[in-house]
């Protein structure tokens, strides 16, 4: 994306520039005297440091957003890492539930066995 994005810049700019020499050009040529040469010299050198000023500034901007989409993508595959870290924590409860849900099933069923089969609780226990 810099490379796309630097280029339309680029190009932008130095056609605003080419623009501008050139309408400097023809009036260097049509100058009466040293003093207007000097006049459109210190002209074009003006647009040429404010030309440079707004292309660093352009490209800075354009730096700073793809600084900022890289810390956006990075920022997404943080999350997506934490998300699939919660995903395999919750599976793994999820096993250790099930599990215990089986060995509680187990349990109920012996108890259902020995209540059926007559099987009193001794005196004192929660069963009472």
């Given at each position: 994306?810099?490379?796309?994005?630097?280029?339309?810049?680029?190009?932008?700019?130095?056609?605003?520039?080419?623009?501008?020499?050139?309408?400097?050009?023809?009036?260097?040529?049509?100058?009466?005297?040293?003093?207007?040469?000097?006049?459109?010299?210190?002209?074009?050198?003006?647009?040429?440091?404010?030309?440079?000023?707004?292309?660093?500034?352009?490209?800075?901007?354009?730096?700073?957003?793809?600084?900022?989409?890289?810390?956006s993508f990075k920022a997404q595959?943080?999350?997506e890492l934490k998300l699939n870290?919660?995903?395999?924590?919750?599976?793994?409860?999820?096993?250790?539930?099930?599990?215990?849900?089986?060995?509680?099933?187990?349990?109920?069923?012996?108890?259902?066995?020995?209540?059926?089969?007559?099987?009193?609780?001794?005196?004192?226990?929660?069963?009472?």
């Amino acid at each position: 994306m810099y490379t796309s994005w630097s280029h339309v810049l680029n190009c932008e700019l130095y056609k605003v520039l080419a623009m501008k020499i050139d309408g400097l050009h023809s009036k260097v040529v049509g100058a009466k005297n040293i003093e207007d040469l000097r006049t459109e010299n210190n002209v074009l050198y003006l647009e040429l440091v404010i030309f440079k000023d707004a292309r660093a500034k352009a490209e800075y901007k354009v730096t700073k957003a793809e600084m900022l989409q890289q810390l956006s993508f990075k920022a997404q595959k943080q999350a997506e890492l934490k998300l699939n870290v919660c995903e395999d924590m919750a599976h793994a409860k999820h096993k250790e539930l099930t599990k215990a849900l089986g060995e509680l099933s187990k349990a109920n069923e012996l108890l259902a066995k020995l209540g059926a089969s007559g099987y009193s609780y001794p005196k004192g226990s929660a069963e009472t």
